[in-house]
């Protein structure tokens, strides 16, 4: 399967094929014509595709990989002088290439060095996580984290092509196949209902595992026509952070320790519409189903936290301008919008 992200001189394909890591050789020439290859991964990839990748390019390209330790606390923008370092140390230049192998943190880290460096170099999104594959890998944003928040210091910046092999999945922790469920479910809340309730009919996860394909090609398409419609993030593409300006509070507040990004977003999703439902914003029981699907899908809802106490780290949000803040609600299962408001809805 493929999908075009039309950007007109910055448009790039999105490319879903079980076994694609076996062909990435074939699948990179068609799109890098170059000499030089630095893969950027982290600990828990490369013990399962690092070699395998690196041996396949190196039949055609300089190869070199960088290894970094797994998790949210990598993204850091403390790590970056050292990234920075080892691409000097291989004389990368500006007609070379970079791979990011690996889940969201590494496209979104790789994806600013790629921006950043030489005033920026051409990228491949290589996704590994179910969270990348659906959402993180496609639509140009990259970023790193500051000590007082997510994706503080980032831009937009477009890879040449997304490589996705949904095969990668059976490698994946359970807990983060879970945590990219969160994603998935979001796509359906905000913009198909028919694709909720197909998730929401499925048995469980070894049904979801059978579907993959048309459930990746399902979200990367609905990011697509957002993306395409909204690049730089001014209006319609907010959407996409439905659940998220509370999602990335919880985060915070537990130092990336004790929730993953999707797990959050779970939470942020249910008590956001728990909040709209009860101002009359949302049709009655939209809360409670979007319960019973995270509920089914392993994910929590419930917030362990007052929300008092992490309204200093939401007003650091991105999607606040100014005094208000762009919240996203539900008018119903499918439909959303962006909600002009303040601080002052959670409380």
Do not use: W
């Amino acid at each position: 399967m493929e999908l075009i992200v039309d950007l007109k001189e910055r448009s790039y394909p999105i490319i879903i094929e079980k076994g694609l890591i076996d062909k990435i050789s074939e699948k990179v020439k068609n799109v890098y014509k170059g000499k030089k290859i630095f893969i950027l991964t982290d600990e828990n990839v490369n013990k399962y595709y690092g070699k395998k990748v690196v041996s396949a390019l190196s039949e055609y390209f300089d190869v070199k990989l960088v290894s970094l330790k797994a998790g949210e606390e990598t993204k850091n923008f403390n790590t970056l002088p050292m990234v920075y370092n080892e691409l000097l140390d291989f004389n990368l230049t500006r007609s070379d290439l970079i791979i990011t192998l690996g889940g969201g943190v590494i496209g979104d880290l790789g994806g600013f060095v790629a921006s950043s460096y030489l005033r920026g170099i051409d990228f491949i999104q290589v996704p590994t996580s179910l969270l990348a594959q659906v959402d993180s890998s496609v639509g140009g944003k990259v970023a790193v984290d500051l000590e007082r928040g997510k994706n503080l210091v980032g831009s937009f910046y477009h890879p040449k092509a997304v490589l996705i092999d949904p095969e990668v999945l059976n490698t994946l922790d359970n807990r983060f196949f879970i945590d990219g469920m969160a994603e998935v479910i979001k796509y359906g809340c905000i913009k198909d209902k028919m694709f909720f309730e197909f998730l929401y009919e499925m048995e469980n996860n070894s049904d979801v595992i059978d579907n993959m394909e048309r459930v990746i090609h399902k979200c990367c398409d609905i990011k697509r026509i957002v993306v395409e419609s909204d690049e730089k993030d001014k209006g319609e593409r907010m959407l996409l952070n439905f659940g998220h300006t509370l999602g990335h509070a919880i985060e915070q507040y537990y130092n990336y320790t004790k929730y993953t990004h999707g797990e959050a977003v779970a939470i942020g999703m249910y008590e956001i519409t728990k909040i709209s439902e009860a101002k009359g914003l949302t049709v009655k029981g939209t809360a409670e189903r979007i319960k019973e699907i995270l509920i089914k899908y392993n994910l929590p809802y419930k917030m362990d936290v007052n929300i008092e106490e992490i309204l200093d780290t939401i007003n650091l949000d991105k999607k606040k301008l100014g005094k208000s803040l762009n919240l996203i609600i539900l008018k119903e299962i499918g439909n959303s919008e962006i909600y002009k408001t303040t601080t002052e809805f959670f409380i």
